[in-house]
């Protein structure tokens, strides 16, 4: 069975710095695709970025970027120029190809500092 | 584009009685997904539907269960509700469910007492 590890419960950074969240699963699929959530106080989950497992360029979005070492079975978020909306749990999930079912790690929730 | 829609938003229950929740995909999306939230367990999957078919099964008692209409609508039902059934339910819809991203909406905050 596929598994998603967040081992960082809580994390916290200062305004207009970097911060990484760090995300492990475990598959023995070869086509999947990773993804990172945020989920703010009002409960709506959104898509933050989405990586799919056969490209070997991570993916960026404005912000955020992802280091995905497919070997290592790892797909660390990172924020850049942390704004105090980016404060919000952070949800790594996985999905396998052709299925709608995501797997979702325990979260990060991320403290930004003014 | 309309959002992800869920009604109700919040619901109060009696352990024994039945809920029924609703879910309102994006147009012309045909996939809509399940999952429970709870502090303890986490997000958990609970099914997926796609043309009124369900497609997944998570790992829920037989208590949960749900259907889409041709609409794409979709609702779950749960019975006998549980104490442990307290939870946030999220929907989330896509277009096929196999390749695309998956939409959430704000979820039904569902409280048994």
């Known amino acids: 069975a596929q598994t998603v590890t967040q081992s960082q419960p809580e994390m916290s950074v200062q305004e207009a710095e970097t911060v990484t969240l760090s995300c492990t699963y475990d598959?023995?699929?070869?086509?999947?695709?990773l993804f990172w959530y945020k989920q703010p106080p009002s409960r709506q989950m959104i898509l933050v970025i989405r990586q799919e497992a056969y490209k070997q360029q991570n993916a960026t979005e404005n912000r955020f970027s992802v280091n995905f070492q497919k070997a290592a079975k790892s797909f660390s978020l990172k924020i850049s120029d942390s704004q105090l909306g980016d404060a919000a749990m952070y949800f790594c999930?996985?999905?396998?190809?052709?299925?709608?079912?995501?797997?979702f790690g325990q979260g990060t929730t991320l403290q930004v500092k003014p | 584009k309309a959002g992800v829609t869920q009604t109700p938003r919040y619901l109060i229950k009696t352990r024994g009685q039945q809920v029924t929740l609703s879910c309102s995909p994006i147009?012309?999306?045909?996939?809509v997904s399940w999952y429970q939230q709870t502090p303890g367990q986490g997000l958990q999957f609970l099914f997926e539907?796609?043309?009124?078919?369900?497609?997944n099964k998570g790992n829920f008692p037989g208590r949960f269960s749900g259907r889409q209409f041709s609409n794409s609508r979709s609702e779950m039902n749960v019975s006998t509700l549980e104490l442990g059934d307290s939870a946030l339910y999220l929907c989330?819809?896509?277009?096929?469910?196999?390749?695309?991203?998956?939409?959430f909406g704000p979820g039904t905050r569902l409280t048994v007492t």
């Open positions: 147009s012309g999306h045909r996939s």
């Open positions: 598959t023995s699929e070869s086509d999947y695709y």
């Open positions: 989330a819809s896509s277009s096929t469910g196999l390749s695309d991203e998956q939409y």
């Open positions: 999930a996985y999905r396998r190809r052709n299925t709608g079912k995501l797997i």
């Open positions: 539907y796609f043309s009124e078919t369900q497609r």
